[in-house]
């Protein structure tokens, strides 16, 4: 393609990608080049709400008009079953003026179009592109006007655009036969965009654009994927915390049928083979002996994060509430909570393909984070980024474990090493044991309770490990920010209007390795800050959801949406109802990155065993873009929000995480599903994440419960009667 900058048109490619005529490129880079830094220093930190920061490389496209008129979309997102493939397939329809059955989604290719370096997490992807997407498709759809309106000699003011048409009086073209015949472009301004009043297909329920093809089994995911002259190989990796490989003995798996190569390159032990059977039959023969210098055990790591450990930074500070507690000590009501550590437990163990030839490398993975790949296949195996191309199928589940610490770089030396494609994935096993955990953590939560029940002063200290420095392989980022209150930290914050607050963070490191899990700190926040909240209404002999209300009484914008959000829950819950004998109630409501999410559950206690019975969710998303969506997020986030509560818990003992297959470790299952309502407010102009806002109320929603029902608090999970 190439493009007169001072004409600003730009010529039809020279190529077809299987028949379409490609549109785009251009128009994204000349629109993004200065916005990501714009947006990005405009955002606060602990909020997470970060915008899109699209790659650098030149994006080829970002649409395609297809010969039969359908639309092609490439997300710089990635589709890991929270339906972004759907919110911007219906907001770019929005603007482009077709159908949303007319647009086909899938993930761009880092070599061929956009990706985004904030990577996919943190409940962003549809938030961060509403703006970018759909002046994209708006400026498309004025240059296929433009291109029209030359064509009949009119004014591209005197073009409609309708159903993927255009029409002026009695003439009418297609989107692909305009673009199939020119040859020149004219790009427009960035038109203005459409407003909420003016949408046609936002704010209306749509079934997913990828629910057919994952129904039928068509859905293509890395496991699925092959390249010609595929190989296969099985990875030894240590089923200790920090092992080493002591002895090993590879002879007999070098003798099995079907091997091509065993590979021993320092702590890399690959078998390879011309089928996955051969490769695992030869691997089980390796016999090894492992150096296992860290005998980390379940109690050192719940004694190192402990408040008081480790490094203490304030991130909220109003009135004196340190000087009024220390102050009261005698009268003060104090409580700790504790979550523990968890694994992901993902449907889809990591898996990646990879081809590395002597100029190239091609890297197949179910991953939330291509730029991450790149970076981490370019050092491994020192070869220029722009060499390397990362193709994203499907990803069966992320949460969080799909974002770092793949197996692409493993995948790749040892395609290296054979000269051929490789296909490597774990076992259930090795997911398990070599994998990043949601870290444990530690709250110590305190109140002054004055006369007729008023918290005159609350402090609320969490101790937790350094997250982003795992993540991020380097301790600059808490040298900038004083804490890892992104990750770990976020949520530890008080939203209640509290005249004299304070919050710290304390930071530990642990010889475990952690990662983001879905909530980040959210769900370990919540769970103490909220039950903490239900136990002072207990004290204080008031209801709790009323108690809450009392302190969001001022007009700043989250107190006035997280209020209407407890009114509707109210209403919709029956909360004012009778509850029948034997029933407990619960409430909790979380701020997770300016979505307001606040659930109310019911429960019983049979046999010991708690079951849930309802679960009311109401939740703010400022605007809704799909109702069918944002209610299956809800859904999905309360099943795994009750799992999390209930059941899930990862452990170690000398120095090795002994959950190690599903058997092991006990999670939420179909017989769990309680009575789920959903219920969406529309709270600002703007949308903002939903795919891990409700799993925040959850857990304290179902102890609060149990307080309610037993007139005990449970204050560690998962919540255990006994």
Not at 693 to 698: E, S, T, V
């Given at each position: 393609?190439?493009?007169?900058?001072?004409?600003?048109?730009?010529?039809?490619?020279?190529?077809?990608?299987?028949?379409?005529?490609?549109?785009?490129?251009?128009?994204?880079?000349?629109?993004?080049?200065?916005?990501?830094?714009?947006?990005?220093?405009?955002?606060?930190?602990?909020?997470?709400?970060?915008?899109?920061?699209?790659?650098?490389?030149?994006?080829?496209?970002?649409f395609e008009v297809l010969p039969d008129n359908t639309i092609l979309l490439k997300s710089p997102k990635i589709e890991i079953g929270q339906g972004v493939f759907t919110g911007l397939a219906m907001l770019a329809a929005e603007e482009l003026d077709v159908p949303y059955e007319q647009i086909k989604v899938e993930h761009s290719n880092t070599k061929s179009g956009l990706y985004d370096e904030m990577n996919t997490g943190g409940s962003s992807s549809t938030s961060s592109l509403y703006e970018p997407i759909r002046e994209v498709a708006a400026t498309m759809r004025e240059m296929l006007k433009e291109a029209v309106a030359k064509k009949w000699g009119v004014k591209a003011s005197e073009i409609k655009t309708e159903n993927g048409t255009l029409i002026s009086g009695s003439k009418k073209i297609t989107y692909a036969e305009i673009a199939k015949e020119t040859k020149e472009w004219k790009i427009p301004k960035t038109p203005e965009l459409r407003p909420k009043s003016a949408f046609k297909i936002v704010g209306k329920p749509v079934k997913r654009s990828d629910l057919k093809a994952k129904v039928m089994g068509t859905a293509k995911y890395t496991l699925d994927s092959e390249l010609p002259d595929m190989l296969y190989a099985v990875l030894l990796q240590?089923?200790?915390?920090?092992?080493?490989?002591?002895?090993?003995?590879?002879?007999?798996?070098?003798?099995?049928?079907?091997?091509?190569?065993?590979?021993?390159?320092?702590?890399?032990?690959?078998?390879?083979?011309?089928?996955?059977?051969?490769?695992?039959?030869?691997?089980?023969?390796?016999?090894?002996?492992?150096?296992?210098?860290?005998?980390?055990?379940?109690?050192?790591?719940?004694?190192?994060?402990?408040?008081?450990?480790?490094?203490?930074?304030?991130?909220?500070?109003?009135?004196?509430?340190?000087?009024?507690?220390?102050?009261?000590?005698?009268?003060?009501?104090?409580?700790?909570?504790?979550?523990?550590?968890?694994?992901?437990?993902?449907?889809?163990?990591?898996?990646?393909?990879?081809?590395?030839?002597?100029?190239?490398?091609?890297?197949?993975?179910?991953?939330?984070?291509?730029?991450?790949?790149?970076?981490?296949?370019?050092?491994?195996?020192?070869?220029?980024?722009?060499?390397?191309?990362?193709?994203?199928?499907?990803?069966?589940?992320?949460?969080?474990?799909?974002?770092?610490?793949?197996?692409?770089?493993?995948?790749?030396?040892?395609?290296?090493?054979?000269?051929?494609?490789?296909?490597?994935?774990?076992?259930?096993?090795?997911?398990?044991?070599?994998?990043?955990?949601?870290?444990?953590?530690?709250?110590?939560?305190?109140?002054?309770?004055?006369?007729?029940?008023?918290?005159?002063?609350?402090?609320?200290?969490?101790?937790?490990?350094?997250?982003?420095?795992?993540?991020?392989?380097?301790?600059?980022?808490?040298?900038?920010?004083?804490?890892?209150?992104?990750?770990?930290?976020?949520?530890?914050?008080?939203?209640?209007?509290?005249?004299?607050?304070?919050?710290?963070?304390?930071?530990?490191?642990?010889?475990?390795?952690?990662?983001?899990?879905?909530?980040?700190?959210?769900?370990?926040?919540?769970?103490?800050?909220?039950?903490?909240?239900?136990?002072?209404?207990?004290?204080?002999?008031?209801?709790?959801?009323?108690?809450?209300?009392?302190?969001?009484?001022?007009?700043?914008?989250?107190?006035?949406?997280?209020?209407?959000?407890?009114?509707?829950?109210?209403?919709?819950?029956?909360?004012?109802?009778?509850?029948?004998?034997?029933?407990?109630?619960?409430?909790?409501?979380?701020?997770?990155?300016?979505?307001?999410?606040?659930?109310?559950?019911?429960?019983?206690?049979?046999?010991?065993?708690?079951?849930?019975?309802?679960?009311?969710?109401?939740?703010?998303?400022?605007?809704?873009?799909?109702?069918?969506?944002?209610?299956?997020?809800?859904?999905?986030?309360?099943?795994?929000?009750?799992?999390?509560?209930?059941?899930?818990?990862?452990?170690?003992?000398?120095?090795?995480?002994?959950?190690?297959?599903?058997?092991?470790?006990?999670?939420?299952?179909?017989?769990?599903?309680?009575?789920?309502?959903?219920?969406?407010?529309?709270?600002?102009?703007?949308?903002?994440?939903?795919?891990?806002?409700?799993?925040?109320?959850?857990?304290?929603?179902?102890?609060?419960?149990?307080?309610?029902?037993?007139?005990?608090?449970?204050?560690?999970?998962?919540?255990?009667?006994?």
């Open positions: 393609m190439t493009q007169d900058n001072s004409k600003k048109t730009f010529s039809r490619r020279k190529f077809l990608q299987r028949g379409a005529i490609v549109l785009g490129g251009s128009v994204v880079a000349s629109y993004l080049s200065c916005s990501p830094v714009r947006r990005f220093t405009a955002q606060k930190v602990e909020s997470m709400d970060f915008p899109a920061m699209l790659s650098s490389l030149q994006p080829d496209f970002w240590s089923p200790y915390l920090d092992g080493t490989i002591k002895t090993i003995d590879t002879k007999e798996a070098e003798k099995s049928v079907g091997v091509v190569k065993v590979i021993h390159e320092g702590e890399l032990v690959a078998v390879v083979a011309k089928t996955f059977y051969a490769a695992d039959s030869a691997f089980k023969k390796i016999v090894v002996e492992w150096n296992t210098p860290n005998k980390v055990q379940q109690a050192d790591l719940i004694k190192s994060v402990t408040v008081g450990n480790g490094k203490e930074v304030n991130i909220q500070k109003e009135g004196n509430a340190r000087s009024i507690i220390e102050d009261n000590k005698a009268t003060v009501f104090k409580q700790e909570y504790r979550t523990p550590m968890a694994a992901h437990a993902q449907m889809e163990v990591n898996a990646a393909i990879a081809h590395v030839e002597a100029n190239k490398v091609v890297i197949i993975a179910g991953t939330q984070g291509p730029k991450i790949v790149i970076d981490s296949v370019s050092k491994a195996l020192d070869i220029d980024k722009d060499k390397i191309e990362v193709q994203t199928p499907f990803v069966g589940g992320g949460f969080g474990r799909k974002a770092v610490k793949g197996l692409y770089v493993e995948a790749a030396l040892i395609s290296k090493a054979v000269g051929k494609p490789v296909k490597l994935y774990n076992s259930r096993q090795q997911e398990f044991q070599n994998s990043l955990y949601r870290p444990n953590t530690h709250h110590v939560l305190q109140a002054k309770i004055g006369q007729n029940g008023v918290i005159e002063a609350i402090t609320h200290d969490q101790a937790t490990p350094d997250m982003l420095k795992n993540l991020m392989g380097t301790d600059l980022p808490i040298k900038i920010l004083g804490a890892d209150f992104i990750s770990a930290g976020h949520g530890a914050s008080l939203m209640y209007n509290f005249k004299h607050k304070s919050v710290s963070v304390w930071n530990t490191e642990v010889p475990i390795p952690i990662g983001i899990w879905r909530g980040v700190g959210m769900f370990p926040n919540a769970f103490a800050i909220e039950s903490f909240m239900n136990e002072l209404a207990h004290q204080t002999k008031k209801d709790p959801i009323a108690f809450r209300i009392g302190l969001l009484q001022k007009d700043d914008k989250i107190s006035v949406r997280s209020k209407k959000v407890l009114e509707t829950l109210i209403e919709k819950s029956g909360w004012n109802t009778p509850k029948a004998e034997g029933v407990g109630r619960g409430i909790a409501i979380g701020n997770d990155r300016k979505t307001i999410a606040a659930a109310a559950i019911e429960l019983a206690v049979i046999d010991g065993k708690v079951i849930v019975k309802k679960v009311t969710q109401v939740m703010d998303v400022g605007i809704c873009i799909n109702p069918e969506g944002i209610k299956q997020q809800i859904e999905g986030a309360t099943m795994m929000g009750i799992g999390a509560a209930l059941y899930e818990e990862a452990t170690v003992k000398d120095g090795q995480i002994e959950q190690a297959y599903f058997s092991q470790y006990p999670m939420v299952s179909l017989a769990d599903v309680p009575e789920i309502q959903s219920f969406i407010l529309e709270g600002d102009d703007i949308p903002y994440g939903v795919g891990e806002p409700p799993l925040a109320p959850i857990a304290p929603a179902i102890a609060g419960a149990i307080l309610d029902l037993t007139g005990k608090a449970v204050r560690s999970l998962p919540l255990r009667l006994s």
